[in-house]
């Protein structure tokens, strides 16, 4: 998948005093085939709604999305049954409203019959395969409503799976969770990808865990990237000061000393000409007041969006 120069502002209408969010502000990426690729920061910093504009939940402002080539920008998900069924996106809860009473089974089966695939693909196969190969068979005629959150969010992106997604966007999907049960749903999505070629997009604050599934990971703050290269290079050798003082909160990989940030994250209605971390950035010059950073490469696949290194 492609993106070009998204964007996506609100208008904040606060007693007439009008105010832009820049949510995203002018983000372009690729992410490719087979590739698990997270989008990681501090809450807020506009990686959900990202996710949300890549599974095509909502419109931006601007910009393009190329699916396999394919321009999508414009095509509406609930009138385009492909789409739905090639880009599966799961929330960070899992919510099964109308359905608590049905089994995990049953509930997989609706699934596929609401796709259509369950006469042409053999629904029920498909299903007593995809609850084994998750560990999920001791479960499958129990009801919804008596799942643990951990056993629920397993259902879930089961259901995402059942359709053979080519794109699977996780959204915080560890979120609430047990860390003995965080650990299984990371090992599951492992476990699926051996078995088929799918492409995930994984966006979290949790930052063991991008480490722990990624191949490739973009650091965003205030609505942009600010950095993105290979697991390894994010994580083991950080060049942006942001990423270098996020990354500094996990000591067991990056084996430097902790960097607390002065004062609290950005409002996205405040405009910014120039860098978006000038105000807790130890290392802001002058320069960065006013010039944006343009993302450049810095070493092999390694991108980074500051004057420092310009
Ligand atoms: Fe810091 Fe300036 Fe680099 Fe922004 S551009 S991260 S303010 S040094």
Request: net charge positive; proline share 5%; hydrophobic share 35%.
């Amino acid at each position: 998948i492609e993106i070009y120069n998204m964007e996506k502002h609100y208008i904040k209408n606060k007693l007439y005093n009008t105010s832009v969010l820049r949510v995203v502000d002018g983000i372009s990426l690729s992410i490719s085939k087979g590739e698990t690729f997270s989008l990681i920061g501090e809450s807020g910093c506009g990686k959900s709604t990202l996710g949300r504009i890549i599974g095509k939940l909502l419109t931006p402002t601007t910009g393009k999305i190329l699916f396999e080539g394919r321009d999508i920008t414009k095509l509406v998900r609930k009138k385009d049954k492909k789409l739905q069924k090639d880009i599966q996106y799961v929330d960070k809860e899992a919510s099964f409203k109308w359905i608590k009473r049905y089994t995990v089974f049953k509930m997989l089966e609706k699934v596929l019959e609401t796709h259509e695939m369950r006469s042409n693909t053999n629904g029920h196969c498909l299903t007593s395969h995809l609850l084994n190969s998750m560990g999920l068979a001791h479960i499958a005629y129990h009801p919804i409503q008596g799942l643990t959150p951990g056993e629920r969010q397993l259902v879930n992106i089961a259901c995402a799976f059942i359709l053979q997604p080519k794109l699977l966007i996780l959204n915080d999907p560890l979120s609430g969770l047990d860390l003995s049960v965080q650990s299984q749903v990371l090992n599951t999505l492992s476990h699926l990808k051996k078995k088929r070629a799918i492409t995930y997009l994984f966006i979290s604050d949790n930052l063991n865990a991008s480490y722990c599934i990624s191949d490739q990971v973009a650091v965003m703050y205030k609505g942009r990237i600010v950095e993105k290269g290979t697991v390894s290079q994010i994580y083991e050798e950080p060049i942006h000061p942001y990423t270098q003082a996020l990354m500094s909160t996990i000591p067991s990989i990056y084996k430097r000393e902790r960097i607390v940030l002065k004062g609290a994250p950005p409002s996205l209605s405040s405009p910014s000409n120039g860098c978006p971390f000038y105000k807790r950035c130890p290392f802001a010059q002058e320069a960065c007041k006013s010039r944006q950073p343009l993302l450049r490469e810095i070493r092999s696949g390694q991108f980074v969006s500051c004057h420092l290194y310009t």
